[in-house]
């Protein structure tokens, strides 16, 4: 029975290692709700994300949603992402557990653009109106576990983006599975995001002045039509993890971990990340790779820290950040504070 376990975990880990770059077509730029691609959460990002096996905390309903299975108090999480080009990314999540019943957990997902100009071909410096763009995901999520070492967890979300007067919607689904395996302190995580509906954009903007019969005159040359858009898969994703756990000096641990994913409009990649973990988890210090064998990947190196203080009585405090550097946009920078009563 040993041999049979040690021989799974070769397969596994020769399914994710594997070098990714083989030539096929990418479909990038074919996904509606792109922001839905942006990681979430500080310690995720810093660790490359490579978060699939690790996510305890209420950003787990982004990464892998049976995760939350493993917080036994309410905990409410704030992160702020600030990107290129003025554009962020909030997120705000609550973790409700339930005892035997399981965990549940209420989320939110912003990204905010900003206002800008309306331009026309007769008008390209601006009319004086200006326009908003945003994107927005509500989720709520339940996990629980299916043996001690097994859970699993599911995220429904209502997804939503607007630019102008014009607007499209759809519905999303996130499923993951944690696993506790029994031999070398090994964790095993899969998880697959945004599994749904495809969106098509509809509203106001659409509406023109049509003319059906441009070479009959006399015709009625102002009907009002809509132009017909195309519908967009979401940005689906397959994410498979493993990690592992050091303690060393009682009071401190080294956590490591490789994610690799499959998404549907890029070729895969890896994301390998650590964390160093001091003075039962007072100070942490993390640090990660993303995108290991993507072909011209724009993304690499992240680093970040945390401090997380629990002498406050009722409740704890923690505050992260993330540093994600680019190849050619602005570095990212995420930020955020969690409480756990």
Do not use: C
């Amino acid at each position: 029975m040993f041999n049979k376990r040690i021989i799974i975990v070769m397969i596994l880990a020769a399914a994710l290692l594997q070098p990714l770059t083989a030539q096929q077509v990418t479909k990038t730029g074919t996904t509606a709700a792109k922001f839905l691609s942006v990681g979430i959460g500080p310690r995720a990002n810093a660790m490359g994300g490579a978060y699939t096996s690790i996510a305890n905390d209420a950003t787990a309903m982004y990464w892998n949603p049976a995760g939350i299975a493993n917080v036994g108090e309410v905990q409410a999480v704030f992160t702020y992402t600030k990107m290129f080009a003025d554009i962020n990314v909030n997120y705000f999540g609550i973790i409700l557990p339930a005892g035997e019943i399981g965990t549940f957990g209420l989320n939110v997902t912003a990204l905010n653009i900003g206002d800008m100009d309306v331009t026309t071909e007769y008008y390209p410096e601006g009319t004086g109106e200006t326009f908003s763009a945003g994107s927005y995901a509500f989720g709520l999520t339940f996990s629980r576990y299916i043996t001690q070492d097994f859970s699993v967890g599911i995220n429904v979300k209502y997804i939503r983006e607007d630019i102008f007067n014009s607007s499209a919607q759809g519905i999303g689904f996130d499923v993951g599975t944690v696993f506790n395996t029994p031999f070398y302190g090994l964790k095993f995580a899969s998880s697959i995001s945004n599994y749904g509906s495809k969106m098509q954009i509809s509203g106001d903007d659409l509406l023109v002045r049509h003319d059906p019969d441009e070479q009959r005159s006399g015709n009625n040359q102002t009907i009002d039509a809509f132009y017909s858009t195309d519908e967009y898969e979401l940005p689906l994703r397959l994410q498979i993890g493993i990690s592992r756990e050091f303690q060393f000096l009682e009071e401190h641990k080294l956590t490591l971990a490789v994610d690799a994913i499959h998404p549907n409009d890029n070729n895969q990649w890896v994301n390998v990340g650590g964390e160093i973990a001091l003075f039962n988890n007072l100070i942490s210090f993390r640090g990660g790779y993303k995108t290991l064998f993507l072909d011209d990947s724009q993304e690499g190196l992240t680093l970040g820290a945390g401090i997380k203080y629990d002498g406050l009585g009722f409740f704890k405090i923690a505050v992260d950040y993330s540093y994600q550097k680019f190849e050619f946009l602005d570095n990212i920078h995420s930020f955020g504070v969690s409480l756990s009563f």
